[in-house]
């Protein structure tokens, strides 16, 4: 270009590569424009998918926690009952124990009876002794510890050998 004007053919061109211009640059709007619209577009695809894909997740999460509850109702039901059946047992069980513990242990009526019995003979026994002057001073002695008793010193011996002495009657 020179100083003086453009020439018509020059203007021509410059306007004709305006106008190019001018449509590349719709064209590049309209295409940004169908950008926004399928970036847009894939977004709401995306979203979907993973609402999709997370409702199926928890559906199953759902079913494995429904089936976790019915098993620890299970195992709640399963625990109880055990629970029921020792503490039946252990009601049943306890007092039969200590009845055959106190069965071992106490006597029966009847021999609770039989000893009163042998007491009472073993009492009179007992008083006609002492009545009879029969009262021993009976002691372990020395250190074997043999039976041993009081003897009256004063009284005659018996015996072949006087191995007999007369008790001392206290």
């Given amino acids: 270009m020179s100083e ?7 203007t021509v061109r410059l306007g004709l590569l305006l106008e190019n211009a001018q449509a590349q640059q719709q064209g ?4 940004i424009d169908q950008l926004h619209s399928l970036v847009h577009g894939l977004d709401d695809v995306v979203r ?4 999709r894909t997370l409702i199926e997740e928890l559906q199953g999460l759902d079913a494995e926690i429904a089936a976790s509850i ?13 629970a029921a059946a020792w503490t039946i047992g252990a009601a049943i069980v306890v007092p039969l124990l ?4 106190l069965g071992a242990v106490h006597p029966s009526i009847r021999r609770i009876g039989q000893l009163e019995a042998q007491r009472t003979a073993l009492e009179r026994n007992v008083a006609t002794l002492r009545a009879a002057g029969g009262v021993v001073d009976l002691r372990r002695c020395g250190r074997r ?3 041993c008793v009081r003897v009256d010193r004063r009284a005659p011996r018996y015996g072949r050998q006087g191995e007999f002495a007369v008790v001392d009657g206290g």
């Fill in 145 to 147: 510890r043999r039976w």
């Fill in 48 to 51: 979907d998918e993973i609402r």
């Fill in 4 to 10: 003086r004007g453009a020439s018509p053919e020059e």
């Fill in 98 to 101: 200590c009845g055959a513990v």
């Fill in 28 to 31: 590049a709007a309209e295409s």
């Fill in 70 to 82: 019915a098993q620890l109702r299970r195992l709640r039901r399963t625990v109880s009952i055990r």
